[in-house]
């Protein structure tokens, strides 16, 4: 196999949604309703707005189910919340959602109460009779609930408290760190064992992650829960490659390009076991390294100054404008690359 456009994987990228819901004991009539609204209204409706709902009982990755649920809550671009039955997980979860000014969706069995104090609240009622399960009718009216709050985005605010700031915003989701090489390993292990969609990276070698420990086996688990991966890598014979990187040897851009093509071999094997493709940067420059999933980013610029390690890093949140700004630059790079060396 040679060091081609490994792609595993095609098709448009899925935005992640979480469904919050009442879960109970399996084989139970909580379940059963459960898993009904999910699979025969959220999921159909939610895949045919382009989203990958999950719920927290789906959750296969490593680590407690309420950290995970909070990632999901302050992570996950839609939420939508099942409010039949009453469930004061559902409720609280609802708050921090809220309290988070998160896209949230609430659902309810016809004919059951909205409480009180969030029934002010637009909440689509369900009910799980044949003729509207057949016709699609739920599933029309809450892709376009989904549509509409698209495109009625605009700046995040708390509903039940527009002036407070919402949970998690402000300079504290950001973190500068001085030297490449002091973001914690907990940091990048934990992007990708984080990652329910996709991780995307960007380097000159990106080879790395085959001497960091705990990466492989991290990618292979995130691989095995099909989350695409995309490597880009700088191209050998890409003009720009000497003008990148500042000459440390007499025959350093030789000790580059190997080291190019030892990165292309790691990310070969790991395409054996899941989505990954493997690209090739060959004109133009490539300003950072990246690393990114659907809620976070870890971006550091390149220097001809210092050494990428002594170079600071920025970790960003999803949403931000480096974020966004950060991923389209890399979509933009990613769709002009090589599929070869």
């Known amino acids: 196999m040679g060091l081609g456009d490994l792609t ?25 309703h459960a898993d009904d609204v999910f699979d025969f209204i959220i999921r159909p409706a939610a895949e045919k707005a382009g989203y990958a709902p999950v719920r927290a009982d789906h959750e296969a990755r490593p680590g407690t189910i309420t950290e995970q649920m909070y990632d999901h809550i302050l992570g996950d671009d839609l939420l939508i919340a099942i409010l039949t039955g009453h469930n004061p997980n559902v409720f609280y979860e609802i708050a921090v959602a809220e309290a988070a000014a998160r896209p949230l969706i609430l659902l309810i069995e016809d004919g059951q109460s909205v409480p009180f104090d969030i029934s002010a609240r ?35 605010k708390v509903p039940f408290r527009p002036s407070l700031k919402p949970l998690g915003a402000g300079d504290a989701l950001w973190r500068l760190v001085p030297r490449s090489r002091d973001v914690p390993r907990e940091d990048c292990i934990g992007l990708i064992s984080a990652a329910r ?12 992650f085959a001497k960091m420990i705990g990466a492989e086996d991290a990618i292979r688990a995130a691989l095995g829960r099909t989350v695409e991966f995309r490597i880009l890598l700088m191209h050998p014979d890409n003009p720009a490659l000497a003008q990148t990187i500042r000459g440390f040897a007499a025959n350093y851009i030789d000790s580059v390009r190997a080291e190019i093509r030892s990165g292309a071999e790691f990310w070969q094997k790991m395409a ?3 989505p990954l493709t493997l690209r090739f940067q060959k004109s133009g420059a490539m300003f950072g390294l990246i690393q990114q999933n659907e809620s976070r980013s870890i971006y550091t610029p390149y220097s001809t ?34 599929a070869s060396l």
């Open 305 to 338: 100054a210092r050494s990428t390690s002594e170079c600071p890093s920025i970790l960003t949140p999803a949403g931000t404008p480096f974020y966004v700004t950060v991923k389209e630059d890399y979509d933009w790079q990613w769709d002009r690359a090589e």
């Open 8 to 32: 595993l994987s095609q098709g448009a990228q899925m935005k992640s949604c979480f469904v919050i819901s009442p879960i109970g004991i399996p084989g139970s009539d909580v379940r059963e």
């Open 122 to 156: 637009r909440v689509l009622a369900y009910d799980l009779k044949p003729r509207p399960l057949i016709t699609g009718a739920h599933v029309d009216n809450l892709f376009r609930t989904i549509t509409e709050l698209e495109a009625s985005k605009g700046e995040a």
């Open 197 to 208: 969609t996709f991780v995307h990276y960007q380097g000159l070698a990106l080879f790395s």
């Open 272 to 274: 054996s076991h899941g």
